[in-house]
Nanobody, 120 residues
Framework: QVRLVESGGGLVQAGGSLRLSCAAS????????MGWYRQAPGKPRELLAH???????GYADSVKGRFTISRDSAKNTVYLQMSSLKPEDTAVYYC??????????????WGQGTQVTVSS
């Protein structure tokens, strides 16, 4: 089992910045990748960025150049640095971990979510 706890959300003006944190605990040694998703009211959950255990990263077009994902292995924490925020970035942001199980299956774990609100 992997437990994820997000923090860092809040209210920010358009053009501002926020940094989200996701602290992982539990059986973290087999995590293959972690990512950040968001979900706005009435919209599907959207993958924003991911980082693999080899530090390979990827971004959705909607956030490329504005958001940066990184991780601190010593702290078992993944970050999402968000800059040039727009009102359309308003959503609940979720941390996700992809865990490789002993039988070869993949398991997904989610944090509780943190609200980000960008005012115009």
């Amino acid at each position: 089992q992997v437990r994820l706890v997000e923090s860092g959300g809040g209210l920010v003006q358009a053009g501002g910045s926020l940094r989200l944190s996701c602290a992982a605990s539990g059986s973290i040694f087999s995590i293959k990748a972690m990512g950040w998703y968001r979900q706005a009211p009435g919209k599907p959950r959207e993958l924003l960025a991911h980082i693999t255990s080899e530090d390979s990263t990827g971004y959705a077009d909607s956030v490329k150049g504005r958001f940066t994902i990184s991780r601190d292995s010593a702290k078992n924490t993944v970050y999402l640095q968000m800059s040039s925020l727009k009102p359309e970035d308003t959503a609940v942001y979720y941390c996700n971990a992809v865990d490789l199980l002993p039988n070869g299956d993949l398991a997904h774990y989610w944090g509780q979510g943190t609200q980000v609100t960008v005012s115009s």
